[in-house]
């Protein structure tokens, strides 16, 4: 009892820290102090601090960095934060690559991996507003999304949409976040023109074909295999190329009737540096977004010229809290009612257990993946 003591120093009978309920009997209720009357979720907060949390931990000693679930101090939200109790958690290359050694947490954010999460708020920290206690809510991170409890920017959650699982929920704020920003923010695309989107079945390429061809655009996507070709396809895409079997430009061009892309989404980076450029319409945007193939490739530059197109590399996670806040911003403005329209939705590979993060990468890693794998704590 001295230990319950401690936890709750006002409390010394423990029965007293829950409200009254009816006795299953049908006799009268109980009467608690009202000194006693604490939030339910204030009382958890204070066991959480206690006890910890779990969190997918990586093991720098280990070759490539091991994934472990570990006890870890349990978060507490900070000015313009809340805390929310997570119920699934986004899986994304980003995490390859921190566990690899490769991509560094931004400064102030856990070490674990995880940048996306849904679940529900249980604590709210000073200067917040617009979001209470016990909403709903997908919350876009800088990192730590593998946990039971984690802590995000109030700017930087959004209601969980209508008419979607709130697990399957997670699989949105990143992928719709890099798919907005870069195709209307960056690309600032417009209805009629050609969109080509590489990686139409991973993660971020399952939301952008969806919302470019909700802006109005006609999309090419590329895929590997004609089973995952032809589920591209369904999502809204007018064409699609098997990259395993295709040259992409070539398509691009009989698609377009030899105009090209006005817009290239490119998550291969490196090697496909040429290919890009030559599949360019005049005028043309190539966005880089990943780098599966490679850091570094050879670029034309009098074909860049020639063409008067742009090349232009981003990424979301390292951009500041004001940048971020306003995409979610806008994509609560834009893409939402995209959303609750059946418009846009959520594409799921699989539901894993938190404890199964290595199984969830591997799949990422291979390829398998069509759209998100989501960890469930």
Same mark, same amino acid.
Request: proline share 8%; with cysteine.
């Given at each position: 009892?001295?230990?319950?003591?401690? *936890?709750?120093?006002?409390?010394?009978?423990?029965?007293?820290?829950?409200?009254?309920?009816?006795?299953?009997?049908?006799?009268?209720?109980?009467?608690?102090?009202?000194?006693?009357?604490?939030?339910?979720?204030?009382?958890?907060?204070? *066991?959480?601090?206690?006890?910890?949390?779990?969190?997918?931990?990586?093991?720098?000693?280990?070759?490539?960095?091991?994934?472990?679930?570990?006890?870890?101090?349990?978060?507490?939200?900070?000015?313009?934060?809340?805390? *929310?109790?997570?119920?699934?958690?986004?899986?994304?290359?980003?995490?390859?690559?921190?566990?690899?050694?490769?991509?560094?947490?931004?400064?102030?954010?856990?070490?674990?991996?995880?940048?996306?999460?849904?679940?529900?708020?249980?604590?709210?920290?000073?200067?917040?507003?617009?979001?209470?206690?016990?909403?709903?809510?997908?919350?876009?991170?800088?990192?730590?999304?593998?946990?039971?409890?984690?802590?995000?920017?109030?700017?930087?959650?959004?209601?969980?949409?209508?008419?979607?699982?709130?697990?399957?929920?997670?699989?949105?704020?990143?992928?719709?976040?890099t798919a907005w920003t870069n195709l209307v923010d960056t690309a600032r695309v417009r209805p009629g023109e050609w969109v080509l989107i590489h990686g139409g079945s991973g993660g971020v390429g399952t939301i952008a074909v969806q919302l470019a061809a909700a802006l109005g655009a006609h999309v090419i996507a590329t895929a590997g295999g004609p089973e995952r070709a032809e589920r591209v396809r369904a999502l809204g895409a007018d064409a699609v190329v098997d990259h395993r079997r295709e040259d992409f430009v070539a398509a691009v061009r009989a698609a377009t009737h030899g105009r090209g892309a006005d817009v290239v989404l490119d998550v291969l980076g490196g090697r496909a540096l040429p290919d890009n450029v030559r599949a360019?319409?005049?005028?043309?945007?190539?966005?880089? *977004?990943?780098?599966?193939?490679?850091?570094?490739?050879?670029?034309?530059?009098?074909?860049?010229?020639?063409?008067?197109?742009?090349?232009?590399?981003?990424?979301?996670?390292?951009?500041?809290?004001?940048?971020?806040?306003?995409?979610?911003?806008?994509?609560?403005?834009?893409?939402?009612?995209?959303?609750?329209?059946?418009?846009?939705?959520?594409?799921?590979?699989?539901?894993?257990?938190?404890?199964?993060?290595?199984?969830?990468?591997?799949?990422?890693?291979?390829?398998?993946?069509?759209?998100?794998?989501?960890?469930?704590?």
């Amino acid at each position: 009892m001295a230990r319950v003591a401690r *936890i709750f120093p006002r409390t010394p009978n423990l029965r007293s820290m829950w409200p009254a309920f009816p006795s299953p009997t049908g006799g009268p209720r109980r009467v608690v102090r009202a000194h006693a009357r604490r939030p339910m979720l204030a009382v958890a907060a204070r *066991i959480d601090r206690l006890r910890g949390v779990r969190a997918v931990t990586i093991s720098p000693q280990a070759s490539g960095g091991k994934l472990a679930v570990s006890d870890v101090p349990a978060p507490r939200p900070g000015v313009g934060e809340v805390l *929310i109790e997570n119920v699934s958690a986004g899986v994304n290359r980003a995490d390859l690559l921190q566990r690899a050694g490769k991509y560094p947490p931004p400064a102030g954010a856990p070490p674990w991996p995880g940048l996306e999460v849904a679940g529900s708020v249980r604590e709210t920290g000073p200067g917040v507003s617009g979001v209470s206690v016990g909403d709903r809510v997908v919350a876009l991170l800088e990192g730590g999304g593998y946990a039971d409890l984690v802590v995000a920017r109030a700017a930087q959650t959004l209601p969980a949409p209508d008419g979607v699982d709130l697990v399957d929920a997670a699989a949105l704020p990143e992928a719709v976040c890099t798919a907005w920003t870069n195709l209307v923010d960056t690309a600032r695309v417009r209805p009629g023109e050609w969109v080509l989107i590489h990686g139409g079945s991973g993660g971020v390429g399952t939301i952008a074909v969806q919302l470019a061809a909700a802006l109005g655009a006609h999309v090419i996507a590329t895929a590997g295999g004609p089973e995952r070709a032809e589920r591209v396809r369904a999502l809204g895409a007018d064409a699609v190329v098997d990259h395993r079997r295709e040259d992409f430009v070539a398509a691009v061009r009989a698609a377009t009737h030899g105009r090209g892309a006005d817009v290239v989404l490119d998550v291969l980076g490196g090697r496909a540096l040429p290919d890009n450029v030559r599949a360019l319409a005049h005028h043309g945007r190539l966005v880089v *977004i990943g780098l599966q193939q490679g850091r570094r490739g050879e670029l034309d530059l009098s074909a860049l010229m020639a063409k008067r197109a742009t090349v232009t590399g981003t990424t979301l996670r390292s951009r500041t809290p004001q940048e971020k806040a306003q995409i979610v911003a806008a994509v609560r403005e834009h893409v939402w009612p995209l959303i609750a329209a059946g418009r846009v939705r959520p594409v799921v590979h699989a539901r894993l257990p938190l404890a199964d993060a290595e199984a969830a990468l591997a799949t990422l890693e291979r390829g398998e993946a069509f759209g998100k794998v989501l960890l469930v704590p």
